[in-house]
């Protein structure tokens, strides 16, 4: 039982991606797609998001050999909880990233990766990003 109590311990992340995004009430986003990405740690344990980013893969064989064609960082996805940022169990974060022309063209052309990194895991979580556009409301 030692065993499993030890395997099972420590942060556990949820992420999830959603693309195609608009702003209400945010002038500095005002008429931009944007992606939003939520982080939520359901485990028992606190961990440290350090750096958010992005990994472009060309085709699938690039991704499963992991050699990406292109990667960038974004900088400053929260103008609130700035990076690094320390995510307590039980808590959510949020991060928001602009969606120009060129990560809508790596959205559809290959294939393309938010990538989180924090401070329990060497590797990062991947997440694709689908592009979509929302309609208007």
């Given at each position: 039982?030692?065993?499993?109590?030890?395997?099972?311990?420590?942060?556990?992340?949820?992420?999830?991606?959603?693309?195609?995004?608009?702003?209400?009430?945010?002038?500095?986003?005002?008429?931009?797609?944007?992606?939003?990405?939520?982080?939520?740690?359901?485990g028992d344990r606190p961990t440290t998001i350090t750096n958010l980013g992005y990994?472009?893969?060309?085709?699938?064989?690039?991704?499963?050999?992991?050699?990406?064609?292109?990667?960038?960082?974004?900088p400053n996805p929260c103008d609130v909880h700035l990076l690094p940022y320390e995510?307590?169990?039980?808590?959510?974060?949020?991060?928001?990233?602009?969606?120009?022309?060129?990560?809508t063209k790596w959205a559809t052309e290959g294939r393309l990766y938010f990538v989180?990194?924090?401070?329990?895991?060497?590797?990062?979580?991947?997440?694709?990003?689908?592009?979509?556009?929302?309609?208007?409301?």
């Amino acid at each position: 039982w030692d065993i499993y109590k030890w395997r099972t311990a420590g942060p556990k992340l949820r992420v999830s991606v959603q693309s195609g995004m608009k702003s209400i009430n945010m002038p500095q986003y005002e008429g931009k797609r944007l992606i939003h990405v939520n982080v939520s740690n359901y485990g028992d344990r606190p961990t440290t998001i350090t750096n958010l980013g992005y990994l472009y893969f060309a085709n699938l064989w690039t991704r499963i050999r992991g050699r990406p064609d292109a990667a960038a960082i974004i900088p400053n996805p929260c103008d609130v909880h700035l990076l690094p940022y320390e995510l307590k169990q039980g808590n959510l974060w949020s991060g928001i990233a602009i969606q120009d022309d060129q990560v809508t063209k790596w959205a559809t052309e290959g294939r393309l990766y938010f990538v989180l990194y924090h401070s329990h895991r060497e590797q990062p979580i991947y997440r694709r990003v689908v592009a979509r556009e929302r309609s208007n409301i």
